[in-house]
């Protein structure tokens, strides 16, 4: 009896992952338990177990994006089965046991495995950003991707639209057709020159640099972004939170700025409703939560990346609620552990670049899109400026906050970015 290794549903709005790493080869023993793949989503990534002790066959290659509950590998309970196994053609298999958040062992007879599920949706990114919905057979959209065909570009000729194996076939003899592309140069290997320049090394652009990639560049394609820049005197924050650092060991937590900003802006959107907003369809909606994401970088250096979080109702916790939130969040973020729903159902963004040391300085964050909005601090250094007339040292933090001029005009903004300093340079008011 083989057992399946299996796309797990990760989240109510997960419909397909990237095959991004094969951890063993084909082959390989496993023991139950151990990490056997790795996947990713539009907004995390996920390393999935074997369900059972074994020998692994492989069916889908890495690098592939695949639907939910698709079988991409298997798990021989013997060399003989393995052997078995190998020998049988590749077919495409679906997993009726894999559901919401949670994968059990499917198991089946080698050699018989269950019929393809029925036809599933997945959400694809369509030019210029839209999103569209695909209905399309899993017979046709495994040949879509044995033939590169996009998908969101064929009309279905089905039931209710839907794509069939016959509309593939089509695009297909069309795509012949055309004039032939000229093939991409290869990437030279490292260590050699490349435009009169010596390459150190070479890295595949993919995994969670690709995504993020892709996403910045779809946030700035779709929005009219606009950045305001300035500085917040952290005077009575400092205060603030070396009062919190007091009631440390009693509280068993040790509050940070980013704890502290996360809370100064949920309140402050509640009375500015306009930046906790979104264009969805051809309508604004203003919503009623208020969900912080916080960004997170998890790794360093060139293959280094970023992952957002989210604190759900955020105006609604206190600082303690917060930080201990924030703090499972961003372990789980460094391990691998977040699931797609720990990074949705954001409305605005924080990135705390405060952290890292750096600079006196000023930036451009990008908006993480569907939000409208996103705020950016940096280091708090002392600096002098003038108070009630007298040229006085004060640590000065400065801030980046970008906006979508769709959702947000320059009025607006100002009011939020104002009534945030305020809150910032008197944090009493986070009390009422």
């Known amino acids: 009896m083989a057992t399946y290794i299996a796309i797990p549903k990760l989240g109510m709005t997960m419909q397909d992952a990237q095959l ?29 177990e074997a369900l059972a002790s074994g020998y692994v066959h492989i069916l889908v290659p890495a690098d592939e994006t695949v639907l939910v509950a698709r079988v991409v590998g298997l798990i021989a309970e013997t060399k003989e ?26 198991a089946a007879s080698a050699g018989t495995p269950p019929p393809a599920a029925e036809e599933k949706q997945a959400t694809a990114a369509a030019r210029g950003g839209a999103e569209k919905r695909v209905r399309i057979s899993p017979v046709a959209r495994k040949m879509a991707e044995e ?4 998908m969101t570009t064929i009309e279905g000729t ?22 032939a592309a000229r093939p991409a140069a290869a990437a030279p290997p490292a260590g050699k020159m490349i435009d009169g320049k010596l390459a150190k090394s070479m890295l595949p652009l993919k995994g969670m640099r690709r995504s993020i990639g892709e996403h910045m560049q779809r946030s700035l394609s779709i929005s009219a972004q606009l950045t305001y820049m300035g500085e917040m005197d952290m005077t009575e924050m400092i205060k603030l939170r070396n009062l919190c650092l007091e009631q440390e060991k ?49 790794t360093e250096g060139v293959e280094g990346g970023l992952i957002v979080p989210v604190i759900k109702n955020a105006d609604k916790k206190t600082i ?28 605005f963004t924080l990135t705390n670049l405060g952290a890292f040391g750096g600079i006196y300085a000023f930036s451009t964050p990008i908006i993480n899109q569907p939000e409208s909005a996103i705020l950016m601090t940096a280091k708090t250094t002392d600096r002098a400026v003038v108070r009630d007339g007298q040229i006085v040292i004060r640590p000065i933090m400065t801030f980046s906050f970008t906006f979508d001029h769709r959702v947000i005009d320059g009025a607006p903004a100002e009011m939020f970015v104002a009534a945030l300093i305020k809150v910032v340079e008197n944090p009493g008011l986070l009390l009422f």
């Open 250 to 298: 009693a509280a068993d937590m040790r509050i940070t700025y980013t704890d502290l900003f996360v809370m100064a802006v949920a309140r402050t959107l509640k009375s500015q409703p306009i930046i906790n907003a979104s264009i969805v369809g051809n309508e604004i909606v203003l919503w009623e939560d208020i969900n912080i994401g916080v960004a997170v970088a998890i």
């Open 320 to 347: 303690w609620e917060i930080n201990g939130e924030l703090r499972v969040a961003i372990e789980k973020a460094r391990s691998g552990k977040l699931m797609p729903d720990d990074v949705t159902g954001g409305t």
């Open 20 to 48: 991004t790493e094969w951890r063993v080869n084909e082959g390989d023993f496993v023991s139950k338990g151990d990490i056997v793949l790795l996947i990713e989503t539009s907004k995390t990534q996920y390393e999935a």
């Open 158 to 179: 089905g039931p209710e639209g839907r794509i069939i194996r016959e509309d593939i076939e089509k695009a297909i003899e069309t795509k012949k057709k055309a004039p």
């Open 147 to 150: 033939h590169m065909i996009d």
């Open 81 to 106: 089965e393995l052997a078995k196994l190998q020998g049988e053609p590749v077919r495409e298999i679906y997993s009726t046991d894999v559901q919401s958040g949670e994968e059990s062992p499917a």
